[in-house]
T-cell receptor
Framework: AQSVTQLGSHVSVSEGALVLLRCNYS??????LFWYVQYPNQGLQLLLK??????LVKGINGFEAEFKKSETSFHLTKPSAHMSDAAEYFC????????????FGRGTSLIVHP | DTGVSQDPRHKITKRGQNVTFRCDPI?????LYWYRQTLGQGPEFLTY????????KSRLLSDRFSAERPKGSFSTLEIQRTEQGDSAMYLC?????????????FGQGTRLTVV
């Protein structure tokens, strides 16, 4: 069965510092991978996705993620954190074994200090 | 089109009552998903439709939960005889079936509180 694991339920950074949120997937076949952001009492908004092709994917709000098959990882990064980046971030995967239904990790709460 | 719409945004109900939530997907999307999200957790998949066909419902939490999507348009999720443990955010999402990497678009959710 395909699943994603997010390491660290909370990540705290200072404004202007590098953001790194970790996601690993578990699947015999690499799934399609997504990062979503959720603000309080809101739905999820897509940040970026990996399907095929270039392994470095750029998304909205300055975020990017790199698909590394050898490490079964899809970590999310942003060079310089902004206060408005404080939110909950979810990694998701969709694979053939799961009828391409998005399966989510537990989420990582990003805290940005001034 | 303004995106996925869910109604109501908030629902408070007494234990034992039935509740129904509505989801209007993006109009050209033929896949529709329901998820449940509890505090501090990621969305948990419940069921999905491809047009009007419910293709996966084994993940519905109990036989008190049911979903419909008549005519492949809007969908409803019903919870019968609610319990306090049903308190959660219920999220609806839709996607086009253009390809297997197509992302899901989410509504703002319905927050259910069972008292």
């Amino acid at each position: 069965a395909q699943s994603v694991t997010q390491l660290g339920s909370h990540v705290s950074v200072s404004e202007g510092a590098l953001v790194l949120l970790r996601c690993n997937y578990s699947s015999s076949v690499p799934p399609y991978l997504f990062w979503y952001v959720q603000y309080p009492n809101q739905g999820l908004q897509l940040l970026l996705k990996y399907t095929t092709g270039a392994t470095l994917v750029k998304g909205i709000n300055g975020f990017e993620a790199e698909f590394k098959k050898s490490e079964t990882s899809f970590h999310l990064t942003k060079p310089s954190a902004h206060m408005s980046d404080a939110a909950e971030y979810f990694c998701a995967g969709a694979a053939s074994g799961g009828s391409y239904i998005p399966t989510f990790g537990r989420g990582t709460s990003l805290i940005v200090h001034p | 089109d303004t995106g996925v719409s869910q109604d109501p945004r908030h629902k408070i109900t007494k234990r034992g009552q039935n509740v129904t939530f509505r989801c209007d997907p993006i109009s050209e999307h033929n896949r529709l998903y329901w998820y449940r999200q509890t505090l501090g957790q990621g969305p948990e998949f419940l069921t999905y439709f491809q047009n009007e066909a419910q293709l996966e419902k084994s993940r519905l939490l109990s036989d008190r939960f049911s979903a419909e999507r008549p005519k492949g348009s809007f969908s409803t999720l019903e919870i019968q005889r609610t319990e306090q443990g049903d308190s959660a955010m219920y999220l609806c999402a839709s996607s086009a079936d253009r390809g297997r990497g197509t992302e899901a678009f989410f509504g703002q959710g319905t927050r259910l509180t069972v008292v």
